[in-house]
């Protein structure tokens, strides 16, 4: 049975989406169940929602079409690769502005627009001081985790980039990457790209420990429309997950081994 958007407004609003956030999401369109209008009716009543002093970014990584072997990215064309959201929110959604970053682009729209998406491509690395997701903090942004697992939360490769970069980082293999921006300008930057694999098994993700270390107000749980979902507070989780790591490098990622 499809939801309504007032449904959908309510839902948000409980849990804790406010006029004028700043607010990274990332999700699953496919956990809400239907939605009035689909993907334009859901976009409909969040932006609306956060207003024309909000801002709204949504990750369109690309990490799985532009790689060591095809290095060749284009704001204009490639697709991301995290969710039909992300893809809707790229190619429909008016008045949008994408990072220019080879693997980890993200979109913005509303009030921060430009300051966040500007610089990304000076980054060596996928969340970089210039990323989008850096820069949400200090937005006093949050972090929608809508349907989707709090293991994918982005945000958790920056804070381990600013504690233990050499472990999680492929510094042994430069990528030139060919950056197409929406102008058809064209640059080349060298980076590097995450790794959690190692000869003898890999590091994995577990960046839904970053629930038990928040605070009364920095989390809150609810739900909307059929979905499990997480509000986080940005300053909260760079600040709790970078003391952790500090603290224990490898709290956040867990040891398989190889069979």
């Known amino acids: 049975m499809e939801h309504t958007k007032k449904q959908l407004r309510d839902d948000l609003l409980a849990l804790g989406v406010r006029p004028g956030d700043a607010l990274l999401m990332h999700s699953s369109f496919k956990s809400l169940g239907g939605v009035e209008g689909g993907a334009a009716g859901f976009y409909d009543v969040l932006l609306d929602l956060l207003g024309a002093a909000g801002t709204m970014i949504v990750p369109t990584l690309s990490y799985r079409d532009v790689t060591y072997e095809s290095p060749d990215f284009d ?93 999680f980082i492929d510094f042994d293999h430069a990528v030139t990457y060919r950056i197409t921006g929406t102008d058809g300008r064209v640059i080349e930057r060298p980076s590097y790209r995450h790794c959690f694999y190692r000869p003898d098994g890999v590091y994995a993700q577990r960046y839904a420990r970053i629930l038990n270390l928040l605070e009364d107000g920095e989390a809150r749980r609810g739900r909307v429309l059929d979905a499990d979902c997480w509000l986080l507070d940005a300053r909260a989780v760079w600040k709790r997950g970078h003391d952790k790591m500090l603290d224990d490098p490898y709290w956040f990622v867990e040891w398989t081994p190889s069979r």
């Open 75 to 167: 704001a204009r064309t490639t697709p991301s690769c995290v969710g039909y959201l992300t893809e809707f929110f790229r190619t429909c959604v008016p008045d949008v502005k994408r990072s220019l970053h080879a693997t980890h682009s993200c979109c913005a729209w509303g009030r921060f627009r430009d300051a966040i998406v500007a610089g990304h491509e000076r980054d060596a690395t996928p969340v970089g001081g210039h990323s989008p997701f850096r820069k949400l903090p200090e937005a006093g942004g949050k972090i929608l985790i809508l349907g989707s697992h709090p293991d994918h939360n982005t945000s958790m490769h920056g804070v381990e980039e600013t504690v233990t970069p050499m472990r």
